[in-house]
């Protein structure tokens, strides 16, 4: 697994192809949007670059896709029942993500001066 994430980690570093975004064929910025750029500044070892082009994939998603890693790994290895946290826990995680997710949409579509930094 290791040896795969590298070889699609070098694919997307070298690549000079972006796959197209349905947002921004809307004229939009979605919550995803420079996502890809997001990874490759973050592969070429520039932290700053990465968070210009999409601050909540970084600050955000990035850690919990993480953890969900490492769940899922201590899952594999009957360390723990689950991946996602159940209960009320799991279910407030999800929809503060879905919550955050539709709020980052929503603010760096708003042509605002001091929100204009948060589009792509």
Do not use: H, Q
């Not at 210009?52 to 490492?70: E, H, I, K, Q, T």
């Not at 946290?85 to 879905?98: F, H, S, T, V």
């Amino acid at each position: 697994m290791a040896v795969g994430l590298g070889v699609l980690a070098a694919v997307l570093l070298i690549s000079p192809v972006e796959p197209p975004c349905p947002f921004k064929m809307l004229g939009l910025d979605g919550p995803m949007c420079g996502g890809t750029r997001m990874l490759r500044a973050l592969l070429a070892g520039d932290p700053l670059l990465a968070l210009d082009f999409n601050a909540f994939a970084l600050l955000v998603l990035s850690p919990v896709a993480l953890s969900l890693f490492v769940a899922a790994a201590r899952f594999e290895l009957g360390r723990t029942r689950r991946i996602w946290p159940a209960g009320r826990g799991g279910a407030a995680c999800a929809y503060l993500l879905g919550a955050g997710l539709l709020l980052w949409t929503i603010l760096r579509n708003i042509p605002v001066p001091p929100l204009t930094t948060l589009s792509t």
